[in-house]
Structures are given as C-alpha cells and as structure tokens.
C-alpha cells in the first residue's frame, strides 16, 4: 500500500506569485477557526486542530501574518531583498481581522480556496 498523499487546501499568491511562509487565519462565522501556512511554492492546507485538517462549514473571513523561517528570510521579505519586498504590502491589506477583505464560503470538505493576493 502506498503513502496517502495530501492535497493542498489552496494556493496563495501575490501579483501571480506564491508566497512562502504566510500564516492563514480562516475564522467562520460560527465554530473554530482553522490556520495553514504556506509553503515554498505558496501552497498550504488548512488544520482545524492539531489531530484535523479543513474547516467548518459557512462563511469566513481569513486574513494572514508572516512567520520567517530565519532572521535572514525575515530581511528579506520585508526590505525588497531579491525582489520579495510584498510582505508590507500585504500585511497592511490583508494583516487585520477586522480590515481584511478576504471572505470565502466553505461548502465542502476538500473544497480548494486559491487566494490572489492584489
């Protein structure tokens, strides 16, 4: 029998980019929130809780923080090192709960939520 392989929750990128390290919040409108972090090529999945992955269903708000690998990665992302200067863009539009435009349905479980950052 071979290994069960996982299928990522979505995808997020900024101007068609993906971005690594990004910390998702999906908080709904009733019950848990779930979280996911991006990986290298912008893909993450969703965990309810640590033995759980996906979300409830309903409506949601998500809105991301930036959690570096290294200090060095940190530097980079947020001063424009190697072209990757978009954390503090997206951050100041996407940064806060309370701000956040992003708002997405989960109908299903397995559902795929891509995320295009602007």
Do not use: C
């Given at each position: 029998m071979g290994a069960v392989r996982k299928v990522p929750t979505g995808t997020v990128t900024y101007q068609g980019e993906p971005?690594?390290?990004?910390?998702?919040?999906?908080?709904?409108e009733k019950g848990?929130?779930?979280?996911?972090?991006?990986?290298?090529?912008g893909r993450y999945w969703l965990r309810y809780s640590?033995?759980?992955?996906?979300?409830?269903?309903?409506?949601?708000t998500v809105w991301v923080q930036f959690r570096p690998r290294s200090p060095a990665e940190e530097f980079r992302m947020t001063s424009g090192g190697g072209g990757k200067g978009l954390l503090p863009a997206i951050l100041k539009?996407?940064?806060?709960e309370t701000?956040?435009?992003?708002?997405?349905?989960?109908?299903?479980k397995g559902q795929v939520v891509d995320i295009a950052l602007e």
């Amino acid at each position: 029998m071979g290994a069960v392989r996982k299928v990522p929750t979505g995808t997020v990128t900024y101007q068609g980019e993906p971005v690594p390290n990004l910390f998702l919040n999906f908080k709904p409108e009733k019950g848990r929130p779930s979280w996911g972090v991006t990986d290298d090529q912008g893909r993450y999945w969703l965990r309810y809780s640590n033995s759980r992955d996906g979300a409830v269903t309903g409506p949601h708000t998500v809105w991301v923080q930036f959690r570096p690998r290294s200090p060095a990665e940190e530097f980079r992302m947020t001063s424009g090192g190697g072209g990757k200067g978009l954390l503090p863009a997206i951050l100041k539009k996407y940064g806060n709960e309370t701000d956040t435009p992003l708002r997405f349905e989960i109908r299903e479980k397995g559902q795929v939520v891509d995320i295009a950052l602007e």
